[in-house]
């Protein structure tokens, strides 16, 4: 849970300090897609909001999510963590849409989708419980998947629907 915590003050520093600079941040960290020069927005990508509302609307998300991976699968979270950031990061390097990608909503989307899967596979009344809150409070993120409303990254959903793409 120190993680956690750590993790999402981590975000709010980097959110005051890209604001103070005018998002000057999100310019030079921000996932590019299809140019070698945006692929350190794989890593940079979750940790970039395009303003405090960005980021808000990730943090509770984030915290419960986070709570729960952290109760329920304490081994491999760091590989889980690569691979959903890694993979995720690529897949919208190779297929985004053009602007620069920011947020940590894909990260988000694969703590939903590890959180169910890990559930469904698992079946432990620890899991499964898990799974189900998950499947309650966040199940309409998958509406996040479908393209929809202009500026919006749906490669990286999340729920709120406030992916910000800045032109490039």
């Not at 109760?71 to 979270?77: F, M, N, P, Q, V």
């Amino acid at each position: 849970m120190a993680a956690l915590a750590g993790f999402v003050a981590a975000l709010w520093i980097i959110q005051t300090v890209n604001w103070a600079t005018g998002y000057g941040l999100n310019a030079g960290l921000g996932l590019i897609p299809r140019r070698v020069s945006g692929l350190d927005g794989v890593v940079g990508m979750p940790f970039l909001h395009g303003s405090f509302a960005h980021l808000t609307a990730n943090t509770a998300p984030l915290l419960v999510l986070g709570a729960l991976l952290a109760a329920t699968a304490t081994r491999g979270l760091m590989a889980m963590n690569v691979i959903v950031v890694g993979l995720g990061g690529l897949l919208v390097w190779l297929l985004g849409s053009t602007g620069i990608h920011i947020g940590a909503s894909g990260l988000v989307f694969g703590w939903v989708g590890f959180l169910i899967a890990r559930g469904l596979v698992d079946r432990s009344a620890v899991t499964l419980g898990a799974s189900f809150l998950v499947v309650v409070l966040y199940g309409s993120i998958i509406w996040g998947v479908l393209p929809g409303q202009p500026g919006v990254s749906w490669e990286a959903p999340r729920g709120v629907r406030r992916q910000i793409i800045w032109d490039a």
